[in-house]
T-cell receptor, first 114, second 109 residues
Framework: DVKVTQSSRYLVKRTGEKVFLECVQD?????MFWYRQDPGLGLRLIYF???????EKGDIPEGYSVSREKKERFSLILESASTNQTSMYLC?????????????FGPGTRLTVT | TQLLEQSPQFLSIQEGENLTVYCNSS?????LQWYRQEPGEGPVLLVT?????EVKKLKRLTFQFGDARKDSSLHITAAQPGDTGLYLC?????????FGGGTRLMVKP
């Protein structure tokens, strides 16, 4: 059974703190993605990675960075958290077959920045 | 940036009713996916449609891809409380997925 796990379901951080969100998949997928989800805005892509040590900016990369040192792990970093980064963060993975690009999601991390 | 618009944004119906959710764009997609997301969970893929005019059925759910591959619809027959959730469409333009804003469905018993 496919599985994408995220390190925390709920997280509360203070403004200015450095925040790490971890995502691990056990499906040997090449592609991994980080989205944020806000009411009425759907899912917006922050960063994605097609391979180890490789990263590409999505639609809203400002204020975020990522790291992919191992194939199964993709980390999202908020260098200095701000209140407008309060959101639901979703990690996803998919096979490199671009024809379908079907993505498998983790349960999400609800981050609150106070 | 390609946009996908979903309508309606919210839908509250009684058990047993039928409903249709729409996903529209001015852009052409190579495929379109529908996901359902339950509270506190990530989206789960329901179906992928690839060919213009394609119709796929998943029990009481019928998915259709427009002939021009710019729009899609999801029809649910005899909705049940277990259908409650957020329905998301996502278009694949070859590099990454573009998600619609979602339709939040509540089915009351």
């Amino acid at each position: 059974d496919v599985k994408v796990t995220q390190s925390s379901r709920y997280l509360v951080k203070r403004t200015g703190e450095k925040v790490f969100l971890e995502c691990v998949q056990d499906m040997d997928h090449e592609n991994m993605f980080w989205y944020r989800q806000d009411p009425g805005l759907g899912l917006r892509l922050i960063y994605f990675s097609y391979d180890v040590k490789m990263k590409e900016k999505g639609d809203i990369p400002e204020g975020y960075s990522v790291s992919r040192e191992k194939k199964e792990r993709f980390s999202l970093i908020l260098e200095s958290a701000s209140t407008n980064q309060t959101s639901m963060y979703l990690c996803a993975s998919s096979l490199k077959d671009r024809k379908l690009n079907e993505q498998y999601f983790g349960p999400g991390t609800r981050l609150t920045v106070t | 940036t390609q946009l996908l618009e979903q309508s309606p944004q919210f839908l509250s119906i009684q058990e047993g009713e039928n409903l249709t959710v729409y996903c529209n764009s001015s852009s052409v997609f190579s495929s379109l996916q529908w996901y359902r997301q339950e509270p506190g969970e990530g989206p789960v893929l329901l179906v992928t449609v690839v060919t213009g005019g394609e119709v796929k059925k998943l029990k009481r759910l019928t998915f259709q891809f427009g002939d021009a591959r710019k729009d899609s619809s999801l029809h649910i027959t005899a909705a049940q409380p277990g259908d409650t959730g957020l329905y998301l469409c996502a278009g694949d333009a070859g590099n990454m997925l573009t998600f619609g804003g979602g339709t939040r469905l509540m089915v009351k018993p």
